[in-house]
T-cell receptor
Framework: DGGITQSPKYLFRKEGQNVTLSCEQN?????MYWYRQDPGQGLRLIYY???????QKGDIAEGYSVSREKKESFPLTVTSAQKNPTAFYLC???????????FGSGTQLSVL | ELKVEQNPLFLSMQEGKNYTIYCNYS?????LYWYRQDPGKSLESLFV?????AVKQEGRLMASLDTKARLSTLHITAAVHDLSATYFC???????????FGTGTRLKVLA
């Protein structure tokens, strides 16, 4: 079945550590997105990518980095510069951007 | 810059009752999306509204779009417990690929 796979489901970060969240899709979608969700709040856009080897900052990109070396993959690195990383991270994709989004199951990141 | 606001933020309703969730957006958004999220889960697409006056229905949920008023509504008819979830609307400015989400409406349907 086609879909978006995020891993791990739960992740713990030590202070000063960089961690990487994985997002893989087999829907053959061009556009991929990373959102952050804090408890009881909406989704805020971190980064998005319309094509391979190109990506744009969203509204809260500071302390995060991404890469898009393959169409299927859009990993997100939470760097030590992100001082408040505890949140639920959602990866999404759409066919070319502007159609409905398909979401992965999310990664809950917590700080030790 | 597009901003999307939903109200109410919380809604507790009795089974069998009708209610409407409102989604206002600040600048032009040439399409409007509705999503559902169950607790601890991901988001599921409900509706995509593409033009002024668009209306879509699925079961007890009906969504509409008024681009002149910059307003979308999600109407719930004869609510049932299974509809308990958080509902998000999202807009997208013309010519961009940035989906902007509202803060969500947490709906609880009481038996």
């Amino acid at each position: 079945d086609g879909g978006i796979t995020q891993s791990p489901k739960y992740l713990f970060r030590k202070e000063g550590q960089n961690v990487t969240l994985s997002c893989e899709q087999n829907l053959n979608h061009d556009a991929m997105y990373w959102y952050r969700q804090d408890p009881g709040q909406g989704l805020r856009l971190i980064y998005y990518s319309q094509i391979v080897n190109d990506f744009q900052k969203g509204d809260i990109a500071e302390g995060y980095s991404v890469s898009r070396e393959k169409k299927e993959s859009f990993p997100l690195t939470v760097t030590s510069a992100q001082k408040n990383p505890t949140a639920f991270y959602l990866c999404a994709s759409s066919i070319q951007g502007r159609e409905k989004l398909f979401f992965g199951s999310g990664t809950q990141l917590s700080v030790l | 810059e597009l901003k999307v606001e939903q109200n109410p933020l919380f809604l507790s309703m009795q089974e069998g009752k009708n209610y409407t969730i409102y989604c206002n957006y600040s600048t032009t958004s040439d399409r409007l999306y509705w999503y559902r999220q169950d607790p601890g889960k991901s988001l599921e697409s409900l509706f995509v509204l593409l033009s002024n006056g668009a209306v879509k229905q699925e079961g007890r949920l009906m969504a509409s779009l008024d681009t002149k008023a910059r307003l979308s509504t999600l109407h719930i008819t004869a609510a049932v417990h299974d509809l308990s979830a958080t509902y998000f609307c999202a807009g997208i400015p013309p010519g961009t690929y940035k989906y902007i989400f509202g803060t969500g409406t947490r709906l609880k349907v009481l038996a």
